[in-house]
């Protein structure tokens, strides 16, 4: 576009325009708790230490793709490319209403008033990157202070990283005084075993700790698809095993999202509309669909609502 005042990443893989209507019905007050905005960069340029300039994906184009997904809840997610400059969020937040919590990223030095400010536009969790690719330390000294500073207002933290990596940290997380959320399962290598060492390792972290999980992201985890374009109904079944082992271990504490705008995808982007239909297929009984995509959310997120 015209008026952007950065050029897009090359290479970079716009949403998915005009998604599928999905078959599946979502139930009644369903959260979609993982999602972001970016930009507009016209309005809210994006963070100079950025690793990658996407391309818009505006409050308004989240909240048409809510409706017709049939979501009645969003979890808008700090997203990097906007560094701790949440005013994207906020905004989004703000125009949303009781529809919509946040999760931000903040720095230590983050003042008291700004961090009321967050909350009373509806930031409920901080959010930290140890991915490698997109950070350029792992930030342990600057996560504890920050826990510190948001602990007393009730928030979480969110953890993005690789299943290899958590060996390295899982003490540390485990450390941490506040309930976890782990983003789209940790990450595993879905080429392994849903039952192998690696993967069982992740779930005992789980069951040891006050932890969260996403079962998010199959199209940025899949190894051999099929994709979930062109109408198909049975997409990334190496998925499949992972999200429904943890879905089935801990029905009370996991949550999911679509990740819409998908940045960084490298591969292919979705149709949103068959994201929801992959949904039974790791959430098998009307229970688990329930607790995964109402009940669990709506505890974490709007307790004062929660049944």
Known sequence: ???RPFPVTPGWLDWYRGPSKPRFALPPGSVDAHC?????AAEFPFAPERKYTPVDASKHDLFALRDHLGVTRNVIVQATCHGADNSA???????????????????PDVSDGELRRLHDAGVRGVRFNFVRRLVDAAP??????VVRRVAPLGWHVVLYFEAADLPGLESFFASLPVPLVIDHMGRPDVTRSADGPEFARFLRFVEANDVWVKVSCPERLTATG?????????????????????????????LWGTDWPHPNLKDHMPDDGLLVDHIPRVATT???RQ??????????YWPEEAR
């Not at 972001?36 to 507009?40: A, E, K, L, M």
């Not at 529809?99 to 990223?105: C, D, E, I, K, N």
Request: no cysteine.
């Open 1 to 3: 576009m015209t008026d």
């Open 36 to 40: 972001h905005v970016f930009g507009p």
């Open 89 to 107: 969020l906020v905004d989004a937040l703000r125009t949303a209403g009781d529809l919509a919590r946040g999760v931000a990223t903040v720095r």
């Open 140 to 145: 342990t000294e600057a996560l504890e202070a």
């Open 226 to 254: 099929p994709r979930a374009l062109d109408g198909e109904r049975d997409a990334y079944r190496d998925v499949v095993p992972f999200a429904r082992k943890v879905v089935d271990t801990f029905t009370d504490r996991v």
């Open 286 to 288: 009307p229970d688990r």
């Open 291 to 300: 607790a995964l995509l109402v009940d669990n959310p709506m505890r974490l």
